[in-house]
T-cell receptor
Framework: DSGVTQTPKHLITATGQRVTLRCSPR?????VYWYQQSLDQGLQFLIQ???????AKGNILERFSAQQFPDLHSELNLSSLELGDSALYFC???????????FGPGTRLTVL | GDSVTQMEGPVTLSEEAFLTINCTYT??????LFWYVQYPGEGLQLLLK???ADDKGSNKGFEATYRKETTSFHLEKGSVQVSDSAVYFC????????????WGAGTKLIIKP
């Protein structure tokens, strides 16, 4: 157990809908990274927050957004969902921006 | 841009066999290199890492050496067990890309008793 929690574990929804994935970091971790794991694209970095501020963006679609709250938990919002958004979404957290990243168990999103 | 290339799987071995999973990278500067492991139904766990050339990372009998001259970070284990069956990911990160991880495609390892 890495100490990083993600909810929900599974999410099934329809095309066009909007969902929110949640990530709670380990105690003391200020940095949150979001990654998408899909069969087509493999593992891809989406976005990073550090202490509430967006730090880096990767291959994140405009339909996706994220934020990190004052209590340091983070949410990834996915809207206008398409079939191709079906994937496993991981968050990882670290103390700073150059420390080891610890991964949560992931949220499996299925878009029907 | 930065990239990581891993040998395709699945790799199927018998218990106690020697394991090598190849990983090569393309990156500017001096990346840090990692091996992560994903057991069935679980998240990603850091297996080992190396942060500079000629460093050797090791953990749980697995080893990998950072070879800058061949831009490689091959994963090895002398004697695999059934419990090593998992998907193994090679990854890199760089300071000037905020340490985001760039991933290989993953190699599924199947160990038969």
């Amino acid at each position: 157990d890495s100490g990083v929690t993600q909810t929900p574990k599974h999410l099934i929804t329809a095309t066009g809908q909007r969902v929110t994935l949640r990530c709670s970091p380990r105690s003391g971790d200020l940095s949150v990274y979001w990654y998408q794991q899909s069969l087509d694209q493999g593992l891809q970095f989406l976005i990073q927050y550090y202490n509430g501020e967006e730090r880096a963006k990767g291959n994140i679609l405009e339909r996706f957004s994220a934020q990190q709250f004052p209590d340091l938990h983070s949410e990834l919002n996915l809207s206008s969902l398409e079939l191709g958004d079906s994937a496993l979404y991981f968050c990882a957290t670290s103390q700073g921006i150059h420390n080891e990243q610890f991964f949560g168990p992931g949220t499996r999103l299925t878009v029907l | 841009g930065d990239s990581v290339t891993q040998m395709e799987g699945p790799v199927t071995l018998s218990e106690e066999a020697f394991l090598t999973i190849n990983c090569t990278y393309t990156a500017t500067g001096y990346p840090s290199l990692f091996w992560y492991v994903q057991y069935p139904g679980e998240g990603l766990q850091l297996l080992l890492k190396a942060t500079k050339a000629d460093d050797k990372g090791s953990n749980k009998g697995f080893e990998a050496t950072y070879r800058k001259e061949t831009t490689s970070f091959h994963l090895e284990k002398g004697s695999v067990q059934v419990s090593d069956s998992a998907v193994y990911f090679c990854a890199l990160s760089r300071v000037d890309s905020n340490y985001q991880l760039i991933w290989g495609a993953g190699t599924k390892l199947i160990i038969k008793p």
